[in-house]
């Protein structure tokens, strides 16, 4: 993958079910993946209080706490993460971002049709959507961690499956890197996703996950599941040019 | 602790940020409370789309996918659920709860100051709180999988910080357990939990954590720490017949 994808999301929950060994894979594929020059996004959606969520925090993109600092961390770059716990549960993760160069993606407006249920609820009296509330929050915390490139370390993981909602919130997050699910397997097209992009055609990441690990199986699947990933970067290069 | 406990809540974050030993440990510690006949929650706080819940919960309290059944779960018999992707994303721990006896406890209100960022925000027209509206989809979700008691295997993580909002959620959910951080170390005295208890004094389990780990510490750390967990079992008791 590594010469047409800019960086892995790994879905912790797929390891994870496989208990100690699944993390024992999980580590294994990070530090492959870095040393193919891969960014790695560990997409573990997670959120705790801060004590807990800074154990979180070490565990993925800090370090962990005691043993002199002789136990790694699993070696990412990146995590998503889950805002509802509010600020001080996530300051733990930009203390690591700052500290340690390393970025968040906070959920925003998740790519599931159940999405709507808790992040559509109409909120105060403008009304504005949940899920505005809190892009608005990610735009604030993130201003704090904006890098040379003029984007922030505080990312966001829009689903690609709402274009509406990706160009509305492209406008509430203009520094704010943009993770961006549900293309392919989940049905958006690259057409859709365009509006996530900046005016410099950057700024966001679409990632495409059962359309390349079931591109194919037996000998050729390397083969194949790479032609799947080069005809899908193709066809975003040509959307973030439009 | 197992004379003095119903239950130990285990805070996944603790073990995941030294990886793989700690999942290890994590799990050695749930085959444990299990032998010495403790109800074990996987403080986990998880939360994906469809698909990756599902292997969340059969890391926890289903069956891990694959691998003909060789491969077992980390033998929790309860998991604390993020409710942020709604109902689909929480169909796969419900079916679990269904097929293997287990429970789910869903974050309505968390117990840290942050919670008042998005889960105090004003929802609807009436208007209600956002945590007062994740409390009716868990009464909702809740109602299909009430068990012999009367209770159902849906309970609510509500923080026992907010003496008023425990009330209140009792009233929303009278067959939920409710799982109660925030006694202790965090601030809420037992006759504040007193509230969450049923008519007959049950329902609600109070957790404990900081104050029994940091009890003492040396060749004593053992006794202090059951000292310290049988007065506030002792305290608690007399609050839930109050």
């Given at each position: ?92 993760f930009f203390d690591d971002c700052s500290q340690y160069g390393a970025g968040i993606f906070v959920l925003v407006k998740t790519s599931n049709p159940g999405s709507v249920d808790l992040q559509d609820l109409s ?94 199986e037996g000998e050729d699947y390397a083969a194949r599941a790479a032609d799947a990933a080069e005809r899908m970067r193709a066809e975003l290069w040509q959307a973030s040019q439009g």
């Open positions: 993958m590594a010469p047409v994808a800019a960086a892995v999301k790994l879905q912790l929950a797929c390891f994870e079910q496989y208990g100690p060994p699944g993390f024992k894979a999980f580590k294994h594929l990070c530090d492959r993946a870095a040393k193919a020059g891969l960014i790695v996004i560990a997409d573990a959606k997670r959120g705790d209080i801060g004590i807990s969520a800074a154990a979180y925090s070490a565990a993925y993109i800090g370090r962990p706490d005691g043993f002199d600092g002789k136990i790694d961390n699993l070696g990412a770059d990146a995590i998503t993460v889950n805002p509802l716990f509010g600020s001080d549960g996530m300051q733990p909120v105060g009296e403008t009304p504005r959507k949940f899920y505005q509330e809190v892009a608005v929050l990610v735009d604030k915390w993130g201003s704090k961690l904006i890098g040379e490139s003029g984007n922030s370390s505080v990312g966001a993981v829009v689903g690609a499956t709402h274009p509406r909602v990706l160009a509305d919130l492209r406008e509430t997050l203009p520094r704010t890197p943009l993770l961006l699910p549900g293309y392919g397997a989940q049905g958006a097209r690259a057409a859709e996703v365009a509006v996530a992009f900046d005016s410099r055609g950057l700024g966001a990441l679409v990632t495409a996950s059962r359309s390349i690990i079931y591109a194919g």
